[in-house]
T-cell receptor, first 117, second 114 residues
Framework: GAGVSQSPSNKVTEKGKDVELRCDPI?????LYWYRQSLGQGLEFLIY????????KSGLPSDRFSAERTGGSVSTLTIQRTQQEDSAVYLC???????????????FGPGTRLTVT | AQKVTQAQTEISVVEKEDVTLDCVYE???????LFWYKQPPSGELVFLIR??????QNEISGRYSWNFQKSTSSFNFTITASQVVDSAVYFC???????????FGQGTTLQVKP
C-alpha cells in the first residue's frame, strides 16, 4: 500500500516568510509524528498526534512552529517568520495506535527539505 | 534522562566483511522499546527492527542480527557478509514513556566498498 507522503519535497523560502509542510499518513494509522533532521542536531522530535490531538507540544522549537491535524489524517506543520536555523529536512512518520503494553513502529515519509535563504 | 549513543560515527568495510554497529541507551523506565532504522542515500528512513525491554532474545533476519543486552544497556546490530547495498546511515532509537517520541542516536554511517 501507499506509504507516508510529504509535500513539497523541497522548499526554498526567504527569511521571514511563512511556510506550510504537509504530511499524508499511511491509511489507518491514527498516530502521526513530526521530526526534524539537521546536520548539527541529528533527528529531533517535534510533535506527536493521536487522532487530532497533540498531547505534548513541548518539542516544538519555538512559538513560530505550530502543527495541526484534521480528520485524523492529513497534518500540516507551519513555520512562521522563518529563520535560517530552520533549514533542515522535516520528516513525518505514522504508526498504528499504541496498545496497552505494545508500541508499533513508526513509518517515515521521504521528508521536506526546507532551505531558508 | 533518556539518551541513545552510537559511538561509531563512520565505519568503512570491504564487501563480504562482517560489521557490528554499536548502540548504548539510557532510560529509567522499566518498559521501553528499541529500534533500528536504515537511511540509504535516497534519504527515507526504513524500519528494520523493534525490540521491547522484556524480550532479550537475539534476533536474526537474513544477514542481519541484533544482540540486546539489558545488563550493559546495549542493542547492537551486526551485518554478516556485508554488501555494497548496505551502505547507509543506521540509526538506533529508544521509545519510553507515552510521549510518542523516538529518541535517536546520532547515527553510524556505514560504507561498504566493493
Amino acid at each position: 500500500g501507499a506509504g507516508v507522503s510529504q509535500s513539497p519535497s523541497n522548499k526554498v523560502t526567504e527569511k521571514g516568510k511563512d511556510v506550510e509542510l504537509r504530511c499524508d499518513p499511511i491509511s489507518g494509522h491514527t498516530a502521526l509524528y513530526w521530526y526534524r533532521q539537521s546536520l548539527g542536531q541529528g533527528l529531533e522530535f517535534l510533535i506527536y498526534f493521536q487522532g487530532n490531538s497533540a498531547p505534548d507540544k513541548s518539542g516544538l522549537p519555538s512559538d513560530r512552529f505550530s502543527a495541526e491535524r484534521t480528520g485524523g489524517s492529513v497534518s500540516t506543520l507551519t513555520i512562521q517568520r522563518t529563520q535560517q536555523e530552520d533549514s533542515a529536512v522535516y520528516l513525518c512518520a505514522s504508526s498504528l495506535a499504541a496498545q496497552v503494553g505494545y508500541i508499533y513502529e513508526q513509518y517515515f515519509g521521504p521528508g521536506t527539505r526546507l532551505t531558508v535563504t | 534522562a533518556q539518551k541513545v549513543t552510537q559511538a561509531q560515527t563512520e565505519i568503512s568495510v570491504v564487501e563480504k566483511e562482517d560489521v557490528t554497529l554499536d548502540c548504548v541507551y539510557e532510560t529509567r523506565d522499566t518498559t521501553y522499546y528499541l529500534f533500528w532504522y536504515k537511511q540509504p542515500p535516497s534519504g527515507e528512513l526504513v524500519f528494520l527492527i523493534r525490540r521491547n525491554s522484556f524480550d532479550e532474545q537475539n534476533e536474526i533476519s537474513g544477514r542481519y542480527s541484533w544482540n540486546f543486552q539489558k545488563s550493559t544497556s546495549s542493542f547492537n546490530f551486526t551485518i554478516t557478509a556485508s554488501q555494497v547495498v548496505d551502505s547507509a546511515v543506521y540509526f538506533c532509537a529508544l521509545y519510553s514513556g507515552n510521549t510518542g517520541k523516538l529518541i535517536f542516536g546520532q547515527g553510524t554511517t556505514l560504507q561498504v566498498k566493493p
